[in-house]
């Protein structure tokens, strides 16, 4: 079985409370690509898409809701 990464649940939180990965990444002090990294990651592991993502920012897909 394969270990839980809950920085990844930490990373998806504030990536959908502030609808915006640059916004989140530097709340959590982090750079932009990892946060992204860390938001497919999770998308892989749960086998579902978590965003919807645009110039504006993010919106969650019935998947991350």
């Given at each position: 079985?394969?270990?839980?990464?809950?920085?990844?649940?930490?990373?998806?939180y504030y990536v959908?409370?502030?609808?915006?990965?640059?916004?989140?990444?530097?709340?959590?002090?982090?750079?932009?690509?990892?946060?992204?990294?860390?938001?497919?990651?999770?998308?892989?592991?749960?086998?579902?898409?978590?965003?919807?993502?645009?110039?504006?920012?993010?919106?969650?897909?019935?998947?991350?809701?």
């Amino acid at each position: 079985m394969r270990e839980i990464n809950f920085e990844h649940y930490k990373i998806f939180y504030y990536v959908a409370k502030f609808q915006n990965i640059t916004m989140a990444a530097n709340y959590l002090f982090l750079s932009q690509p990892s946060i992204s990294r860390s938001v497919k990651n999770l998308e892989d592991e749960l086998g579902c898409k978590l965003f919807v993502r645009s110039k504006k920012g993010v919106e969650l897909t019935t998947g991350g809701e």
